[in-house]
């Protein structure tokens, strides 16, 4: 804990200004129903895109008339939480088969490998419009549906960084001593490629907005009338060619929270790359 | 590993990948509510209808067999006739394909060079404001949805200062200027989406260069610094930026719907998504098909290219 | 002139804000009996000749054909009604006029009918158009194995003989004195026998020239058109617009000259734009929550009173329609409608009588489910949303299940007990009630059995004489009213913005958008 305190005093002013800004969203997301001055699906006023002075609220209002400033909060958390948790899963499953693939190697890599390939050939966007109108679009089905998706990508990467570390003389040890495959790939693979890997965590995770934001755009995303970043661009996208600038709010705040990501990747990395000698 | 044996595998392998993808998007289609039949009348389909319809197109049959059949013409050049309006898929495909690859390299012509561009700018002035600035543009450029990007370039260009049409509604009888024209505000967005990925993926590349021996003899030597970047490090990080643009020409070709929609332009996505919310199966079998083997030849072409670019990856230890 | 259209012409002219301008029309709002047209263009029309009409629109698809059995959209609709020309018209008020027929009767009991057609009439390759084409055009949709959507509602035709060239008699196996409007329905087009409807052949105002399905259309004027002086266009051009931001900036840019579908949302702010305005027409297009009156509990005549007492309409026409449409009385007839019953209170919210029908029916602290998805109209899911939450106050629960768009008319609807629908409309009342509330009709969404109504609806069909059919479909209004399984909380208007160089006539139809989908013959540039 200290040793990760000192390094921090030492990040930099990019790196600290990225962890406040993480900081305020995880406040807003938690405390969302307390800082919110409406209901998250209230209606305040049936105006649509009212402007702050005209509802009188702190950032206008959005095109059903609700609250503006109450949606971005709820929406931190609801977008937070469903990116993070749809990241967390896309790596878990492209990390397992990942290692899995590359460490077992022969038929399994071939068979993991060519099942990728196939998913990877499919448009991303229409595979998860065709998946959710099939399964329908809960929450659970489109956190599995984009996570798997995700875990391609994240699969090709921790299969090809396995790989390297796979042939290293300390694996081939740790395989003579008999350890186990579960234990190699959690003891020995998984700290020596966890820097690469962490920075595309960064990276997918705010892809997800994204790719949540575009599903909506198409039709199906989170339901209305739960708030999201996403979907909030999307429903208010069209008041921008009308000069109201109310979606200019979410999908500021989507960039916001990449950019202070990023800021926070970049360090990780920069601090991890004294480490070892490639990455 | 030959480059030669290489490359027939991949192809094979590329094959095999197709053939699985068009069958999964029949079962795929088959387990969607509502058949063509049923999404073709909506709320006026009254069942003596439905089974006359079904009976007219042969959808009675079990899926497995229509995709046996399909595939047998399929074979033999035959890409079959669409269920809504009974014209052939492959000319219904040729307009929109010529669309689609139009955009697509209209769009690269633009976005590659600027990339390419701004990232070794990046990398030479690395640390700096100009570097970081560059950097967080791009951030805040790839975290924006492309239709918002779409969205804003038409409320400045389109309708507040009358520079560019909103719509792009491109048709053949326009000549080659009036469809660059009328599509230049797609191309626009697609830029600002594709270029970030690419610039990032270049200024890396060559920044994870710079720290290698050979640069430091270089950099001894008492080299320019631009003239290393460009002379030395730029041809040994070529691999994985040729891996970022080739993966952003497929994008190109297979993602764009999105912006397709709010331009009105009518490339293969929009084709695709009409066919998918219809069930109309042969067109969306074709479109499937063309989607998959852009993303499969340019894999295979990144790596081969990858491959001629770093001859050490062609005796891996 | 009501006070709806003061309010909008000041909001126009700048003299009072957004917010103003839609709390003060949400107080006269549905009260004031607004004519079909309101915002229509100058008092006087008159209408020039020349240029090429521009349409911007939302509703086509590239599944979209020529074939008339298959329309569903308006894109597919407005093409078939400029290139083709049908037996009968709904006129602008609202009327049926003849259009290839000159005129028409019926024998007592109106099964047997005789249409006069008229003799001066073309196709676009020269053929005359002859009582043959007629009955080859009307087969296409009843003949074995019609794969036409209207193959039920026209399959009640027994026989089609032609008398000459020009008369033609047609014989039903029910009587139906409603029959002329039905056959002015946009998928009953006459193409020729010599030729079939693959040609695109027509005796329309217009012809076709290029047509890519979800994209474009052009067709070109029919110099030889049968209506004097007109159409007025050149040329029309349709675009297949999907996204309705896409359509607004088309419009407002000039690249279009009008546009269907405006979005509630934007519609104010469209209107303020320079050289554009938004037309609004309040038809026959209806919202609903019809309920499987068979299926427990809503076999329960107390439980479907107090589920229509449950629903606040204001708040629905504000938040969902954002106030451009009315309010609806449980009815699916138009309030300008023939033979509307104008004597029924308007059914108010009133939770505290819901709660007191059901605790009277053993059933307090209901609990039902109201399926829902955003295909069976724009907002279904907010709307349902709000239902559950003035219900809340009658003590009912109503949990609101979202179901997926695709697959929602041949899985949802009529299937699940209680769901959102929406109806587009019918010009008359039998039409409207056979085809959605007759016992084994194949659109009943609400299998309500009342002996009375049922057979007043088959009585009232082959009556011929006014007078008694308007007490009959009083007393079958009031019969809906009072028990019936459907929910109708509101009719929604159709929003059109139409540049400023448009020349609209005085009176805009109804029916559907665009001026009942013949803008292209009925407008011109001003």
């Known amino acids: 804990m200290r040793r990760f305190w000192n390094s921090f005093k030492r990040a930099g002013l990019p790196a600290h200004i990225g962890i406040v800004i993480i900081l305020i969203y995880l406040i807003a997301a938690v405390f969302a129903p307390w800082l919110a001055p409406y209901g998250e699906s209230e209606v305040v006023d049936p105006v649509p895109w009212a402007s702050p002075s005209e509802s009188g609220t702190l950032l206008g209002l959005d095109q059903l008339g609700r609250d503006l400033y109450t949606r971005v909060l709820y929406g931190a958390r609801n977008t937070i939480a469903l990116a993070l948790g749809i990241t967390c899963l896309a790596f878990f499953m492209g990390m397992v088969a990942g290692f899995f693939a590359a460490t077992v190697g022969r038929w399994v890599d071939h068979l993991l490998s060519r099942c990728v390939d196939i998913i990877m050939a499919f448009p991303t966007l229409f595979f998860a419009l065709i998946a959710l109108s099939i399964f329908g679009t809960s929450i659970p089905v489109m956190v599995f549906v984009i996570a798997t998706l995700d875990a391609t990508r994240v699969y090709r990467i921790s299969r090809a960084l396995a790989m390297d570390i796979n042939v290293m003389e300390y694996v081939e040890v740790a395989r003579l001593r008999g350890e186990g495959l579960w234990w190699i790939m959690r003891r020995e693979i998984l700290p020596n490629t966890l820097t690469p890997l962490l920075a595309e965590f960064g990276l997918r995770f705010c892809f997800v907005f994204l790719f949540i934001s575009s599903l909506s755009f198409l039709g199906i995303g989170i339901q209305p009338p739960a708030a999201d970043w996403g979907a909030m661009v999307r429903e208010n996208g069209v008041a921008i060619t009308y000069g109201i600038f109310t979606p200019l709010v979410p999908a500021a705040a989507i960039a916001v929270l990449t950019i202070a990501v990023n800021l926070v990747v970049d360090w990780f990395l920069r601090k991890t790359a004294g480490l070892r000698e490639e990455y | 590993m030959g480059l030669t044996r290489l490359i027939v595998n991949r192809f094979l392998f590329g094959l095999i990948t197709l053939l699985a993808i068009t069958l999964l998007i029949s079962l795929a289609l088959e387990a969607l509510p509502g058949d063509f039949a049923e999404q073709r009348l909506g709320q006026s389909a009254t069942p003596e209808t439905i089974a006359a319809i079904r009976e007219q197109l042969g959808l009675n049959k079990p899926v497995l067999v229509r995709y046996a059949e399909w595939l047998g013409n399929f074979l033999q050049g035959d890409m079959g006739i669409s269920l809504s309006n009974s014209r052939p898929v492959a000319e219904l495909l040729a307009t929109r394909l010529g669309n689609t690859l139009f955009l697509a390299v209209a769009s690269a012509i633009v976005a590659v060079p600027l990339a390419l561009f701004l990232g070794i700018v990046a990398a030479l002035y690395r640390e700096s404001l100009l570097d970081k600035m560059i950097s967080t543009i791009t951030l805040a450029a790839i975290s924006l949805p492309e239709f918002f990007i779409g969205y804003m370039l038409v409320a400045l260009l389109a309708v507040n200062w009358q520079l560019f049409p909103a719509i792009s509604s491109i048709s053949d009888s326009m000549s080659l200027g009036e469809k660059i024209y009328a599509s230049l505000l797609p191309i626009a967005t697609l830029t600002f989406v594709i270029v970030a990925h690419m610039m990032r993926m270049t200024r890396a590349a060559i920044i994870n260069l710079l720290q290698s021996p050979f640069i430091e003899m270089a950099t001894l030597k008492g080299l320019k610094r631009s003239r290393i970047i460009v002379r030395h490090a730029l041809p040994n990080a070529l691999s994985p930026i040729i891996n970022v643009i080739v993966l952003n020409l497929a994008y190109l070709v297979v993602g764009v719907v999105v912006v397709e929609v709010v331009f009105i332009y009518p490339g293969l996505g929009l084709l695709m998504i009409d066919s998918v919310t219809s069930r109309d199966l042969p067109i969306v079998q074709a479109c499937i098909l063309i989607f998959g083997a852009t993303y499969i030849t340019l894999n295979m072409l990144a790596d081969i290219l990858a491959i001629i670019c770093n001859p050490r990856m062609r005796h891996p230890r | ?526």
């Open chain 3, 1 to 526: 002139m009501n006070p709806k259209y003061h309010l909008e012409q000041a909001y126009k002219e700048g003299t009072i804000s957004r917010r103003e301008f839609l709390q003060r029309s949400a107080l006269i709002g549905a009260t004031v009996a607004v004519p079909g047209a309101m915002m229509a263009g100058a008092a006087k029309a008159e209408m020039k000749r020349g240029g090429v009409l521009r349409l911007g629109m939302g509703g086509g698809s590239t599944t979209d054909t020529i074939d008339p059995g298959t329309h569903t959209d308006s894109v597919g609709i407005t093409i078939e009604r400029s290139m083709r020309s049908y037996l009968t018209e709904v006129s602008p008020s609202g009327e049926l006029i003849g259009e290839v027929a000159a005129s028409w009767e019926s024998k007592p009991g109106a099964t047997d009918w005789t249409f006069e057609l008229r003799n001066d009439i073309e196709f676009h390759d020269g053929q005359k158009l002859t009582a043959n084409d007629v009955i080859y055009s009307i087969n296409h949709h009843i003949r074995e194995g019609s794969t036409s959507a209207v193959a039920g509602q026209m399959g009640k035709i027994s026989e089609m003989k032609a008398d000459g060239d020009h008369v033609l008699h047609i014989t039903l196996s029910e009587g139906n004195a409603d029959f002329p409007w039905l056959i002015s329905d946009y998928h009953v087009s006459i193409f020729p026998e010599n030729g079939g409807w693959e040609t695109g052949v027509g005796s329309g105002p217009f012809s076709l020239v290029n047509y890519e399905p979800g994209v474009r259309a052009e067709l070109k004027r029919n110099d030889n058109y049968f209506k004097e002086g007109r159409p007025y266009f050149d040329g029309l051009e349709v675009t297949v617009i999907a996204d309705a931001a896409a359509r607004d900036n088309a419009l407002k840019t000039g690249q279009v000259d009008a546009t269907n579908r405006v979005s509630q949302r934007t519609a104010l702010l469209l209107d303020k734009a320079p050289g554009v305005s938004v037309h609004k027409v309040v038809g026959t297009k209806h919202y609903t929550v019809p309920m499987l009156t068979n299926i427990p509990p809503f076999d329960n005549v107390k439980v479907r009173q107090a589920l229509r007492l449950a629903v606040d309409r204001e708040a629905l026409l504000k938040t969902v329609l954002g106030g451009h449409g009315e309010i609806g009385n449980d009815l699916p007839i138009g309030r300008r409608q023939e033979f509307y019953n104008t004597e029924l209170p308007q059914r108010e919210y009133d939770p505290d009588q819901a709660a007191f029908l059901l605790k009277e029916a053993g059933m307090s602290g209901l609990s039902v489910e109201l399926s829902a998805a955003d295909t069976a109209f724009d907002g279904a899911i907010d709307a349902a949303v709000l239902y559950a939450e003035h219900a809340k106050a009658a003590g009912i629960n109503v949990n609101v299940i979202r179901e997926s768009n695709d697959g929602y008319w041949s899985n949802v609807w009529q299937q699940k007990p209680w769901v959102m629908c929406y109806w587009s409309g019918r010009p008359t009342q039998d039409w409207m009630w056979t085809i959605a509330y007759e016992v084994g009709g194949a659109w009943n969404d609400n299998n309500w059995n009342n002996e009375s109504f049922q057979s007043l609806l088959k009585q009232a069909r082959v009556e011929v004489d006014p007078a008694k059919r308007k007490d009959m479909y009083w007393e079958m209004q009031r019969l809906h009213w009072e028990e019936g399984g459907t929910v109708v909380p509101l009719f929604a208007a159709d929003l059109m913005g139409v540049s400023n160089k448009i020349q609209l006539p005085e009176v805009i139809g109804s029916d559907w958008e665009l001026d009942g989908q013949r803008c292209s013959e009925r407008w011109s540039f001003a």
